[in-house]
Nanobody
Framework: QAQVVESGGGLVQPGGSLRLSCAAS??????DSWAWHRQVPGKQREWI?????????RYDDSVKGRFTISRDNANNTVYLQMNNLKPEDTAMYYC????????WGQGTQVTVSS
């Protein structure tokens, strides 16, 4: 099963930008879709974006037009470019693929606050 390391989170002011990275340890990386999810303490983890093997992307309405998911198969990495961040985007962000089985990574914290 693949393991991942998410990074790139931090503290940013409203309207700012961050780029999250998810480095995966699987040679099968390019053969599966990858997604980003996020979770706020006390709430269920929610899906926000997916990119397929054919580079088709889908987004939750809450991030559509502000976030962009992309992938680099040569480096086994998936990205989430987040622009025009809002306080309600504050959460722990996780990447996920079926290659990981039931596991999740440690996540990367994004805090949007002035």
């Amino acid at each position: 099963q693949a393991q991942v390391v998410e990074s790139g989170g931090g503290l940013v002011q409203p309207g700012g930008s961050l780029r999250l990275s998810c480095a995966a340890s699987s040679s099968l990386f390019s053969f599966d879709s990858w997604a980003w999810h996020r979770q706020v303490p006390g709430k269920q983890r929610e899906w926000i974006a997916t990119i397929t093997t054919g580079l088709i992307t889908r987004y939750d309405d809450s991030v559509k037009g502000r976030f962009t998911i992309s992938r680099d198969n040569a480096n086994n990495t998936v990205y989430l470019q987040m622009n025009n961040l809002k306080p309600e985007d504050t959460a722990m962000y996780y990447c996920k693929s079926s290659l990981m089985g039931p596991r999740w990574g440690q996540g990367t914290q994004v805090t949007v606050s002035s």
